[in-house]
């Protein structure tokens, strides 16, 4: 196994990527979330790992993660373990300031969520108590310059009292209509909606081993399935 490592991301840390950063006091420096890497591994394949994320605002907008791309094509797999969770997620082609596709991924507890190759992706607490998620996902590098060179991902996610509204943010030069969408089950991936089928369970045969953990490392051989029509459907 490898050697778990604990990653904190202090309420400071966040300022550059949130609505309105005036709203989170300077003395407020507690932990905004929590980053549990490294629990488990598929060797050479893929780690896992748990995020909890306090259910807190700054202002209207809603707890979230810093948001990140990869520095490559791989993939990520994401349980909610417990609360109510949307994923943003948006990718570029050639302008990271021109957005071409942005999604929320919809989830409460036991359902999953695949972030696609080349999407960028955070996680935002919409509940009312912590957000705990699993997930697994390849051995990657970070991006998280790019993100916080435009102040956040393409749309803030706001508490409008009675419902949730979304934000775009004005950083960017272009940034499209924004779709919701909800994870279909893949079996080809051995992934299924519902707390009896916890992704934890891909580690090893029969649910799952290193023929279900593949698509993780190696994404170009899953070309055709890894995609936003493949994956999910709109709701």
Known sequence: MMNPDVSQRMAQDMKPV??????????????????????????????????????????????????????????????????????????????????????????????????????????????????????????????YETIKKYAGGCYYVLDGGNNIEFEKNPNYKSVPELKKLKQRDIPELGIKNGAEYPIWNLKTPPAGGPKKLDWLAHPEKYQELLTIKNLYEEI
């Open 18 to 143: 949130l609505f309105q950063p005036k709203d989170l006091k300077t003395e407020n420096n507690d932990v905004f979330y929590t980053v549990y890497r490294n629990l488990g591994a598929v060797p050479e394949l893929a780690r896992y790992d748990i995020t909890v994320i306090p259910a807190r605002k700054v202002g209207q907008e809603f707890s979230k993660t810093f948001g990140h791309y990869h520095r490559g094509p791989q993939s990520d797999l994401y349980e909610v373990l417990d609360g109510h969770a949307y994923f943003l997620t948006q990718r570029y082609e050639n302008n990271p300031a021109d957005i071409k596709e942005a999604y929320i991924i919809e989830a409460a507890a036991g359902e999953k969520a695949v972030t696609p190759p080349n999407f960028a992706h955070l996680a935002i607490n919409i509940g009312d108590k912590d957000l705990v998620l699993a997930n697994w996902v390849g051995f990657v590098e970070y991006d």
